[in-house]
């Protein structure tokens, strides 16, 4: 049978068709869609969003220990918070079969850096696949998966956005249900990596990495494409589309499996054709390595470090073709830029606005809510990583003393909270901070597209589960000041936040309202200028929200925009925003 399935999709049904038992992961930009095309099949496989990547590894690996094929997604930075688990897991192998997913995001279309997560499978020491095409993507689980329980390592399968989100042609098949033991096996010596296990696993993992390179010489994921000899192209993944397209003619050595190289493989390709290019993305992992083996290549001496790569990037670089195809021409440049925006109804907004008012130092985090920096809000002055915000306010805090006394606001979204915002709240507590941290609990994860949290009462499995109370979580990790808040009311938000400014101690202000996207959430009648009233004065305009635009003479309002949320009405002076039909008179 054949779909239509994106790479994301097609990886979810590689974990269906080759016996994956468990799948974890925390949502987050470009892989978020592989867990939740899991869930289509949790009669087969367990999946459940993590608190963050870090749990969602570890609770893969637990799975994996105990003899079940395993599956852990996340974004390219999330594999960072995972990190730590993840190093000593490739000491000490696995049993079951675990497919570690790193999604990158070359052009950072979501992201706040850039990394080339390719660099991990070598610190690591671990195998990497690379697919080029959906139908790759599913297939490579299953590879992967045999890779992982013939060398008893983990495994990483990196994708890149347009692999994640672009949609090709699969063919699929029936699951081929994996076998779990009935009970642990214990064997701690390749399980507990005390010193002086771990001593004896690191000359094991050193000899996986010389059967792997022995191994990476004669699978079919690597492989030779011959055509003409006058150019030939190394490259695997996404790129090896963009390749194809600008050099129909060239030979091509396509690497599925990137990490280790097929060092005999690479040479003998290298001696049979005359101009050799190694064309990749971001970092030249692979060309560096090549280069060392004592081969001459073109790579990133034509081609930038940064960005997405396509066909024009290639034929600008490499064969300065200066005439654009119909189809490359830039269709955007003539149109206006357009700024991203919280959304209308975002109850983000107020508590920004709020805070650009108040002339506080606003350390953010990573959501949705770090479009606070943007004009006219321009309420953020940090974003780092998830989490980071409290432990930033903190240390701005330690850093300007006494002259930070009630200035310094830390901001972070519920989801973000649960990820990895508690220790840092847990380290003020201990140290005896005073900032103000601020909890923006919209009651979902809304920055990935609405996926369930610890908060939210609900598992990935649509099953009811305890929520966590966020109020009674500060306390019971030492906070005497916890604040609620309904930041539709800015009365309320400004005079709540000034107070515990002023505090000399950790204090959490929650400010909870529901996203506006959720169907949950009723959109009430929209509002519209009165125009007897509007004294054109843009007070309304600061508020930055798509629904409110300057008109002639006097604001406007798009009542298909308006979610009814009456912020607007609150900042007006001269009471000119109205119920459409209705007077607030």
């Known amino acids: 049978m054949k779909d239509l399935l994106s790479g994301n999709e097609a990886i979810a049904r590689g974990a269906y068709e080759y016996g994956v038992k468990v799948a974890t992961a925390y949502p987050g930009t470009p892989s978020t869609e592989i867990l939740e095309n899991v869930v289509n099949y949790k009669d087969d496989i367990y999946c459940e969003w993590s608190p963050n990547e870090k749990v969602a590894m570890e609770v893969a690996i637990g799975s994996a220990f105990a003899g079940a094929r395993s599956l852990v997604a996340m974004k390219h930075v999330g594999l960072n918070v995972a990190a730590d688990p993840f190093m000593t897991l490739s000491y000490t192998g696995i049993k079951g079969?675990?497919?570690?997913?790193?999604?990158?995001?070359?052009?950072?279309?979501?992201?706040q850096n850039e990394q080339d997560n390719r660099h991990y499978a070598r610190f690591a020491k671990v195998p990497m696949l690379e697919p080029s095409n959906s139908q790759e993507a599913k297939d490579m689980v299953g590879d992967a998966l045999e890779i992982s329980e013939e060398f008893d390592t983990p495994i990483i399968l990196r994708t890149t956005t347009r692999i994640s989100h672009a949609k090709t042609i699969v063919e699929t098949g029936e699951r081929e249900e994996s076998e779990v033991p009935d009970e642990f096996k214990k064997d701690p010596d390749k399980f507990?990596?005390?010193p002086a296990n771990a001593k004896k696993?690191?000359?094991?993992?050193?000899?996986?990495?010389?059967?792997?390179?022995?191994?990476?010489?004669?699978?079919?994921?690597?492989?030779?494409?011959?055509?003409?000899?006058?150019i030939g192209?190394?490259?695997?993944?996404v790129a090896y589309n963009y390749a194809k397209e600008v050099f129909p003619e060239a030979s091509v050595l396509k690497l599925g499996l990137t990490h280790p190289l097929p060092e005999k493989k690479i040479k003998d390709f290298a001696n049979k054709v005359e101009k050799l290019y190694v064309i990749e993305e971001l970092d030249p992992f692979m060309e560096d390595q090549i280069k060392a083996m004592g081969i001459n290549v073109i790579g990133k001496e034509k081609l930038p470090?940064?960005?997405?790569?396509?066909?024009k990037v290639l034929r600008d670089n490499l064969i300065n073709e200066e005439k654009q195809s119909e189809n490359e021409e830039n269709l955007t440049e003539d149109l206006p830029q357009r700024p991203p925006a919280l959304c209308s109804g975002c109850p983000h907004r107020s508590v920004f606005y709020t805070l650009n008012k108040l002339g506080v130092t606003v350390t953010g985090d990573i959501g949705c809510y770090a479009l606070g920096v943007v004009p006219p809000l321009s309420a953020m002055d940090s974003v780092v990583c998830m989490g980071a915000s409290i432990g930033n306010a903190h240390g701005v805090e330690l850093a300007l003393g006494e002259d930070a006394?009630?200035?310094?606001?830390?901001?972070?979204?519920?989801?973000?909270?649960?990820?990895?915002?508690?220790?840092?709240?847990?380290?003020i507590v201990y140290n005896k901070g005073a900032s103000t941290i601020?909890?923006?609990?919209?009651?979902?994860?809304?920055?990935?597209?609405?996926?369930?949290?610890?908060?939210?009462?609900?598992?990935?499995m649509g099953e009811d589960t305890p929520k966590i109370d966020l109020a009674k979580l500060s306390e019971a990790l030492g906070v005497n000041s916890v604040q609620v808040v309904d930041p539709y009311k800015l009365d309320e938000t400004e005079k709540t936040i000034q107070e515990e400014l002023n505090k000399d101690e950790i204090s959490v202000v929650i400010a909870r309202r529901a996203c506006a996207l959720l169907k949950s959430v009723e959109k009430k009648k929209p509002f519209k200028v009165d125009p007897e009233k509007c004294i054109n004065c843009g007070q309304c305009l600061e508020l930055g929200c798509p629904a409110i635009s300057q008109g002639e003479g006097q604001a406007e309002i798009d009542d298909y925009l308006c979610t009814g949320c009456e912020v607007c009405v609150q900042v007006c002076p001269v009471d000119a925003i109205v119920k459409d039909g209705d007077s607030n008179e």
């Open 405 to 427: 006394q009630g200035k310094v606001v830390g901001v972070i979204g519920d989801s973000t909270f649960m990820h990895s915002g508690i220790t840092g709240l847990l380290d």
């Open 438 to 460: 601020i909890i923006l609990d919209n009651r979902i994860t809304a920055m990935t597209g609405h996926q369930e949290n610890p908060t939210t009462g609900k598992t990935l």
């Open 201 to 230: 696993r690191h000359p094991v993992i050193e000899k996986r990495m010389e059967n792997l390179k022995e191994f990476a010489e004669k699978t079919s994921l690597n492989k030779i494409e011959w055509n003409k000899k006058d």
């Open 233 to 237: 192209i190394i490259t695997g993944g």
């Open 192 to 194: 507990v990596m005390v």
């Open 97 to 111: 079969g675990l497919v570690i997913v790193s999604a990158d995001d070359p052009s950072m279309h979501s992201s």
């Open 305 to 311: 470090v940064t960005f997405e790569y396509n066909t």
